[in-house]
């Protein structure tokens, strides 16, 4: 998930935090209406244009082409939220011109509801619905755009037939001018600037930049990984440098959690922006994080760039059962953020300091900052910071971050403890993920300590979890540290 400008500029003088990105004005509630079933479709191609003139106006021009077998009505809806920003976002509402047409001539359609288009193809077979997508949020959940440069994630403008299965292969094609590059973690398909995905979940889950950009490549653990920039120049010589060099320490160590690293290519798209504070978000080989210019030379970037990468193994694959599969029209909260988040958080710490970033002390103070943030705000509970995230609470909002990574810290003690250092956190993590991700199913939180309980020797958790998880008590750190 993001982390906020106000925590990423608190890091620069001190240790990490996290929190939620801040962007666009947002809604927190969803009352989407239940509509009716879209009749099939296949064949299913999306295009976006995006040059120097459409960029002047900050715009994408998007299509979607499909086939249809009757003339049962086509009902397309567009995403709420994007995975990873726990809220409620409703990209329907900078969808603009929206038609449909077949053979060159308009076909009639209406609207369910705020994000639900229904087609009335008649006898074509052949349909093309198009919209304009006004880009010009700076959030790394939606789209933004410069004179020369936009970003932009699938949920803001691919459209899904409702009710069917997310199943579908889908083509994406980029119209752009002679000079301006593509970045995506998505599969090319041979044409260029063509790619493919399998599903609607993985087309939706990597985010493109195109324009003016900076793009390199380095093989690091046998697998190659990206570096986009924008704007050009602005992650250049040592700054660049450091990063690879960062990432040729801290990848490693957190591929040998699980053993197993689940990408072809992975992708680090980078915004610089004077404006930004610091916010990123994570996707399934790729991630997307906007920086001021001042994160960059700050341990910041490389413990953002961490978390986000961690996720490819807790959060893309390894998801509470609240959230698999993910459904794209409405809210899916769950008690266990604090895992998703607050351990992800925890393993970036790990993954510098077992990457060489950071030396011992190093990670103390970062661990030492979290226990000072944690101490100063009001007591929360971390499934009840979890659940809430999604309506944006004034209070304590996303303390999940900083007390879910002490939470793992904490655990992780203990269970070596337990254990005579024979299992740890790790174990745990590695023991959800082959029972949980690799047998197609999300954990619940009976499964994480019950992994938690089998790591430290059966050793019960029962007592911290009613505690420190389910529970407001202050860790119990005067007991705990000196283990």
């Known amino acids: 998930m993001s982390f906020s400008p106000r925590t990423l500029l608190g890091l620069a003088t001190a240790a ?22 879209s009749a099939p479709i296949a064949d299913v191609r999306y295009e976006v244009a995006f040059d120097s003139a459409s960029a002047a ?42 038609r449909a047409e077949a053979d060159g001539r308009a076909l009639r359609w209406d609207k369910l509801d705020y994000d639900t288009w229904r087609v ?18 700076l959030d790394n959940a939606m789209a933004w755009a410069r004179d020369d440069f936009v970003f932009f994630n699938g949920t803001n403008v691919f459209l899904y037939p409702e009710g069917q299965p997310k199943a579908f292969p889908a083509t994406v094609t980029i119209r752009t001018q002679p000079g301006w ?73 957190m591929i040998a959690v699980t053993g197993e690293a ?6 680090t798209l980078v915004v610089v922006e004077e404006t930004a504070g610091g916010s990123a978000l994570e996707h399934q080989n790729s991630h997307l994080g906007i920086y001021n210019p001042a994160l960059l030379p700050n341990v910041a970037f490389p413990s953002v760039t961490a978390h986000e990468i961690f996720h490819l193994w807790n959060v893309k694959r390894l998801r509470p059962a609240d959230m698999w599969p993910y459904e794209y029209a409405h809210a899916q909260p769950t008690p266990l953020l604090w895992v998703s988040e607050g351990i992800t958080d925890y393993y970036a710490d790990l993954a510098l300091v077992r990457g060489g970033v950071v030396d011992s002390t190093g990670f103390l103070a970062l661990t030492q900052g979290k226990i000072g943030r944690v101490d100063a705000a009001p ?30 810290f904490l655990l992780d003690i203990l269970i070596r403890d337990a254990s005579d250092n024979r299992g740890s956190l790790d174990t745990v993590i590695r023991d959800l993920y082959r029972s949980a991700y690799q ?37 119990p750190w005067g007991r705990v540290l000196p283990l």
């Not at 009335?120 to 949020?137: L, N």
């Open 262 to 267: 689940p990408y072809d290519t992975y992708t």
């Open 181 to 253: 590059r593509v970045a995506t973690g998505m599969t090319p398909a041979g044409a260029p600037n063509t790619y493919r995905e399998e599903n609607y979940h993985d087309l939706v889950d990597m985010p493109f930049f195109v324009g003016r950009i900076d793009v390199d490549s380095m093989t690091i653990a046998g697998k190659v990984t990206r570096l986009a920039s924008y704007p050009q120049g602005a992650l250049a010589g040592e700054l660049r440098e450091t990063f690879w060099q960062q990432l040729q320490g801290t990848l490693p160590a």
């Open 439 to 475: 047998q197609g199913r999300g954990f619940t939180t009976e499964d994480f300590w019950a992994a938690a309980s089998r790591a430290a020797g059966g050793r019960s958790f029962q007592e911290e979890y009613l505690r420190y998880v389910d529970g407001r008590d202050p860790y």
């Open 57 to 98: 106006e900050r715009t994408l021009h998007v299509a979607m082409s499909f086939t249809t077998q009757g003339s049962a009505p086509v009902v397309l809806s567009l995403p709420a939220w994007t995975p990873g920003a726990y809220e409620i976002t409703n990209f329907a509402r900078w969808v603009t011109d929206f």
């Open 120 to 137: 009335q193809p008649g006898a074509a077979r052949q349909v093309t619905v198009r919209f304009d997508y006004y880009a010009d949020t």
């Open 16 to 37: 990490l935090g996290a929190g939620c990105a801040s962007g666009g004005v947002r809604n927190s509630v969803n009352v989407r209406a239940e509509p009716t079933a």
């Open 379 to 408: 007591p929360v509970a971390l499934e009840d910071a979890s659940l809430t995230t999604w309506i944006h609470p004034i209070e304590n909002a996303y303390v999940y971050y900083d007390k879910g990574s002490l939470a793992g």
